[in-house]
């Protein structure tokens, strides 16, 4: 496919990922931007997929009367927010499965609207982890945001994640764009300096560092003590794997214990490291992506030539 | 805990167990033989000793049981080489062997003795690359059989000579001894149903993965892994019953897991091998 001028995405030749923040705050606006895009995408013969709100609906349900029928899904967002970030986009990847098979571009009309639930606001981090995990895919992903539902921070968020805007009529770059590393970092709890009152072992095996973290998972954490040594275990042998040894460290900070692996194996240098879905074959970095989804805060950092990863957990 | 059950000396055996001791040394074999020879012994039992090296080492080695003399006079001791084990050159033959313990231990209660207590040592069966195989699934097969027999035994072998592989082999009893560890986990297989109990990760990929396969290639059509003991399995562990199911799937077979727990179902559900599990 060849870029055409003046469509509703922009320069996008459907070989790679484009990925849009669109900010609304009116049905007009959605009728503006967002029926424009589906109508082209069916023209075009391109799988077009709705996951969005009651309203976002009711625009195009109106304007598409039976074209609605020839969209890929048409479905509402309050179904995919599986409770928790990772669970949310391992969902989503696993249904780009089918499409992916096919080699054709597609278009995705998405609304998060899971972004002000309760722990939904980690979403961001996907959306700008997306721009790398999904570089490869053909497929353009026009993100609406109603700023009437969402905080100014989350609204600044799409628009950080987002590497295109839509602009008086037109597709362009996100002047407030960051690159990933970037906005992860500005949004992951400070790496502070490991406390002196920390508690540390060498661990060489994974067994007894199994049920060394068992046997110190802190009493508020009882209820998730399984989670948390499964968790703490992925890092573990991770670093096993990769250096043979490892320092496992643990220490409280108020209601929170800290949970962190220390290695000198090759390095695991990828600023999205945790955050990316695990490949759809039987290939590694599931246990990191598993071990994320479980503490409430995973922080990798480079570790001299090795890797350092903080697992946080919160009590109740 | 549904771990495997550690020996820490060779008593407190009974009927049905199939366990497995590693030695370091002939101290520790013959220590072994003399604890469970003299319990087996005592309740009765016939006591069946057999082993590669010569009879006349294979004597020596039980020097320190009481009545030795008497016992291999009586019949009520037999000691002699590996190889009588394999009638007709059958050589390590899975139904053969079935058939061979299980005859020989409802001899030995015609006979009048209360069972069949077995010491086996196979360390040369572990050590040679063109046995192995068919010692695995020997393994296999003889655990059901000695589960409903009135015979136990006792698979030991020296861990210095046995090479690389004897961790699969020891993952193969319920009961297992290994000097300075725990057991990580056992495998049997029953009725076409795979049994883990005990903990799979990482560090027992090697052994999980030889195992599977073993299994894989001595049954035919739909596979169970039956997952209730299990007390934990980690995403390397789950990859390795993923890769096995693909394997299996491109070979027209079928392999499902039952009886998840969690945490269990966390990893699994990572390749999609949890359904039914109660998370």
């Not at chain 1, 013969?45 to 969005?52: K, N, R």
């Not at chain 2, 020996?7 to 199939?18: E, I």
């Amino acid at each position: 496919m060849s870029a055409t001028a003046a469509t509703t995405v922009g320069t996008w030749a459907g070989d790679r990922f484009a990925h849009e923040a669109f900010v609304y705050g009116t049905e007009a606006e959605v009728r503006d931007r967002v029926v424009p895009f589906v109508a082209e995408g069916l023209e075009r013969g391109e799988a077009t997929i709705v996951v969005a709100s009651d309203g976002v609906r009711a625009v195009l349900d109106d304007a598409l009367g039976a074209g609605r029928d020839d969209l890929a899904v048409f479905a509402d967002s309050a179904g995919f927010w599986r409770g928790d970030g990772q669970q949310t986009l391992a969902a989503y990847h696993e249904s780009m499965g089918p499409l992916l098979e096919t080699g054709r571009p597609w278009r995705l009309v998405g609304e998060p609207t899971w972004l002000a639930v309760p722990g939904g606001h980690v979403w961001s981090r996907f959306e700008a982890v997306a721009n790398d995990a999904f570089s490869d895919y053909p497929y353009y992903s026009l993100c609406l945001h109603d700023r009437r539902r969402l905080s100014p921070s989350l609204v600044d968020n799409a628009r950080r994640t987002h590497p295109l805007v839509w602009d008086h009529g037109e597709v362009v770059p996100s002047p407030h764009y960051q690159p990933t590393e970037e906005f992860l970092r500005s949004v992951e709890p400070p790496w502070t300096p490991a406390p002196e009152h920390r508690e540390s072992v060498t661990v060489t095996t994974c067994g007894p560092a199994r049920r060394y973290v068992h046997a110190n998972v802190v009493a508020a954490l009882t209820d998730r003590a399984d989670d948390v040594t499964l968790a703490v275990h992925e890092i573990v042998a991770n670093a096993l794997e990769a250096a043979g040894t490892a320092e496992l460290s643990h220490w409280q900070v108020g209601g929170t214990q800290v949970w962190e692996v220390r290695d000198d194996g090759p390095g695991l240098h990828e600023a999205a490291a945790g955050y990316s879905p695990p490949s759809l074959d039987l290939a590694g970095g599931r246990g990191l992506w598993l071990a994320h989804s479980l503490a409430d805060e995973a922080i990798v950092r480079q570790h001299g030539p090795g890797t350092a990863i903080r697992l946080i957990f919160s009590a109740p | 805990m549904s771990a495997p059950r550690t020996l820490s000396r060779a008593v407190d055996l009974a009927p049905g167990d199939h366990a497995s001791w590693a030695y370091d040394d002939l101290s520790g074999l013959r220590a072994v033989c003399l604890d469970t020879f003299a319990e087996g012994a005592a309740r009765g039992e016939q006591l069946v000793y057999l082993s590669h090296r010569p009879l006349g080492q294979l004597v020596d080695d039980l020097a320190g049981l009481e009545g030795r003399d008497a016992l291999l006079r009586s019949g009520q001791l037999v000691v002699h080489g590996a190889q009588d084990c394999s009638p007709d050159g059958a050589g390590l033959d899975a139904a053969v062997q079935v058939e061979t313990w299980r005859s020989r231990a409802a001899a030995s209660v015609e006979s009048g003795y209360s069972g069949l207590r077995v010491v086996g040592d196979i360390t040369e069966e572990i050590a040679d690359p063109a046995h192995l195989a068919d010692l695995l699934r020997c393994e296999l097969a003889v655990d059901s059989m000695y589960a409903a027999a009135p015979a136990l035994a006792l698979c030991v072998f020296d861990r210095t000579r046995a090479g690389s592989r004897w961790r699969e082999v020891s993952s193969l009893h319920r009961i297992q001894h290994i000097p300075g560890e725990e057991p990580a986990f056992a495998l049997t297989l029953s009725r076409g149903v795979v049994r883990l109990m005990g903990e799979v990760d990482l560090s027992s990929v090697p052994e999980f993965a030889g195992l599977l396969q073993a299994v894989v290639e001595s049954t035919t059509g739909l596979l169970e892994v039956d997952l209730s003991e299990l007390d934990f399995i980690d995403v390397a562990g789950s990859r390795v019953m993923a890769g096995m199911r693909t394997a299996m799937t491109r070979a027209g077979r079928e392999l499902f897991v039952t009886g998840v727990r969690h945490p269990a179902a966390l990893p699994l559900r990572e390749f999609n091998l949890h359904e039914g599990a109660a998370t």
